[in-house]
Each structure stands twice: as C-alpha cells, then as structure tokens.
C-alpha cells in the first residue's frame, strides 16, 4: 500500500510539470518566422537573419537590431558592433565583421526583431552562438 501511495502523487507531479513545458513556447500576436544564423570563420563572423511575416497581413513590418558580441574575461558578453535592418513583408539580410577578437565559440549574434502586423506589436529576441 505504500508504493500506491508514494506513486500517485509523483504521477501527478510529472504530469504538471510536462504541462508547464509545453505551456512555455513564446507567443506572439502575429504569425512570423525567424531564422537568425551567425558563422565564424577565423576573426570574421557572418550574420544573416531571415523573418517572413507575409501571414503577419498585407502591410507588416519588420525592424531588426543585430550585435556581434564577443565573451569578455569575465565570462560576460560585449558588443563590437551592431546593424539595424527593416523591411515589409519579409526580410533576409547577412553581413560581415572581421575584428580580432571573433572567434569560434567566444562570439555570438544577439537578436531584436519587431514584427508590427495586422494584430498589433510583437517583440522577439535571442541569441544564436558562433
């Protein structure tokens, strides 16, 4: 009788938290795609970003922010440069920054998107390392 006991009530635990992973996906107004993507290839970090936002309605809009981050001694992150790219419907764009202190595995590409499309204002941001 004890298993009985000891079995439920961690049967109910798992299930809320499989219910809270799955409740944990963003969410946004409009419905957009984002594919951000960053390559390293000795001190030069390639950036491309690619948003569709066609299903966001006719006159959506899409303003992005890109930074080139590098990991400091410290272990943070510091920006060495950074991009603001625009457009309406779709946007796919990549550039490049050659520096001495990109390299594989230290660098990395932060992200700002704004989609403003029929059902108002979404903000999404992230990281994609290099």
Known sequence: MQKKRRIVPLALVLALCLSLCANAAART?????VTPSITVSGNTATCGLIVNAKN??????????IDVQVR?????????TGWGWSGTG??????????????????RMSYTITVVGSNGTDIVSGYVDG
Do not use: E, M
């Not at 107004?29 to 795609?33: G, I, Q, V, Y």
């Not at 779709?90 to 520096?99: A, F, G, P, V, Y």
């Open 29 to 33: 107004k409009n419905d957009f795609s």
């Open 56 to 65: 966001a309605g006719p006159n959506a809009t899409i303003t992005a922010d």
């Open 72 to 80: 400091t001694s410290s272990g943070g992150w510091s920006s060495i």
């Open 90 to 107: 779709t946007l796919d764009r990549s550039k490049s920054h050659t520096d001495s202190r990109v390299s594989k595995g230290n660098t």
